[in-house]
């Protein structure tokens, strides 16, 4: 780089190219025949994945798949400063546990590889280069501290912090001069008055005046890493991005980026920003806040597929707002000309209604009620290992049923783990004195439950057992049916609340029932 400063000041700086006019683009989404989309999710390694990262990949990856393209994993890694250790390898797990997986990326590869930006700084320097011959782009030799003056004094006359463009026009001696003393300056990108008009897939016609608000930008740094408004750049150019799908807080450095894709003489890709998602008050999420990261729900048994739904929900590109949306009908119903410049407001508090739609659909499908099947003794296990009394409550049909029998109740796995189900996992500790504090007649309530379950051929369902315990309450002198069923269900959980006493008998089975109403009975 320093090398090829020396000859620019030798040779005299070359005019400006005049690179590809950026003119404004069709109205049209850029996806027709012929046209291979590619997308890509670029985050920075500077922390896990949160709830908002996941919706803007979300994004790319329903678009990428409607229109059978690609969705490409590129970490921005070039703020090393900032890189926090294991947050490149949490991005894509979760990712993948999210079911949206990158066709490319840093663990996967693929033919624009390498995916890290840290990888690519040949491609930068290269970029670099072509615009310094061309005078797009010139060194800076401002110290830190210089600019850091600039910056308070702007503050104090309360303006905008900007960079007065001091190096910009300096001589070809003056920069021979500095070359000598420091040859390894930052680069700054030539700012044009003229700022393209493009127009955004989601916000329509825009254009800014970048040059009039703002100081020529560094792109590259004096350590030889770029600055994130040319790496974009060249890796989108280089990759074959043809779809910027990304928050809209990047809007107005777009038009900086179609100025980078002028002077490099490269066709700038359709550009769509995403409105903010953020907490239902309108507060911006905040990564400080630790439930927001993906690790969070993941741990507490929220299921991928009630987070994607949630998230857009919440937003707009759908027809209209739906709960229960599984990935496959999202990709199928999304339309990104149906994406509004209004930001998304996410209740979280939702989250768990949402959840229970999902598992309620996972336990009535076969396959999936088997993974749940695994995961749920597993969880036991967990939760009461050698509390087991008896190991047979693992045994997968005991599992399934109570799965089933509980499907619609629960909102996620974790929950049948808590203490409120904990008697279906190990037996409650529950005295006489107990029972006998509810009703006087717990010696002949016992005998008629257990005749119930002694009768041959008696086939047990929840509507039949309801019917006959409504009838084993008749006769009983001073005790109702209601406190019949408080007994009966303190016998069996040694709880006062839970689901309903027939639903209780049927998921334990007629021999644990007939043995807990016996021990409690005779303590």
Known sequence: MAALLRRLVQRGRPSAASGRPVGWREASLGTGPGVAVRVRFAPSPTGFLHLGGLRTALYNYIFAKKYQG???????????????????????DMLEWAGIPPDESPRRGGPAGPYQQSQRLELYAQ???????????????????????????????????????????????????????????????????????F?????????????????DPVIMKSDGFPTYHLACVVDDHHMGISHVLRGSEWLVSTAKHLLLYQALGWHPPHFAHLPLLLNRDGSKLS???????????????????????????????????????????????????????????????????????????????????????EKLQALVEEAFGSQLQNRDVLNPIYVERILLLRQGHICRLQ?????????????????????????EEVDVIAKRVLGLLERSGMRLTQDMLNGELKKLSEGLEGTKHSNVMKLLRVALSGQQQGPPVAEMMLSLGPKEVRERIQKVVSS
Request: aromatic fraction near 8%; include cysteine; charge should be negative.
């Open 70 to 92: 690609s969705f490409i994993l590129r970490l921005e890694d070039t703020d090393q400063t900032r890189f926090v250790p294991g947050a490149a390898e949490n991005i894509e």
């Open 127 to 197: 970029a670099t280069e072509a615009l310094l011959k061309t005078g797009a782009a010139y060194p800076c030799f401002c110290s830190p501290q210089r600019l850091e003056l600039l910056k308070k004094e702007a503050l104090r006359n309360h303006q905008m912090p900007r960079y007065d463009n001091r190096c910009r026009n300096m001589s070809q001696e003056q920069v021979a001069q500095k070359l000598a003393k420091d040859p390894k300056p930052a680069i700054r990108f030539r700012l044009e008055q003229a700022a393209p008009v």
């Open 199 to 215: 127009e955004d897939l989601v916000y329509g016609w825009n254009r800014h005046d970048v040059a009039s608000v703002e100081g």
């Open 287 to 373: 990564k400080r806040q630790g439930d927001i990261f993906l690790e969070h729900f993941a741990a507490e048994g929220f299921l991928p597929d009630s987070l994607l739904d949630i998230i857009t929900n919440c937003g707009s590109g759908f027809a209209e707002n739906q709960m229960g949306r599984t990935l496959p009908e999202l990709i199928t119903q999304f339309n990104l000309t149906r994406v509004t410049c209004h930001s998304a407001l996410l209740d979280l508090e939702k989250l768990p209604e949402f959840n229970r739609l999902h598992l309620q659909r996972l336990v009535n499908n076969e396959s999936q009620r088997c993974q749940l099947v």
């Open 415 to 439: 929950d049948l783990v808590s203490p409120v189900y904990s008697y279906l996992w190990t037996r409650p500790a529950v005295g006489r004195a107990q029972l006998d504090a509810i009703s």
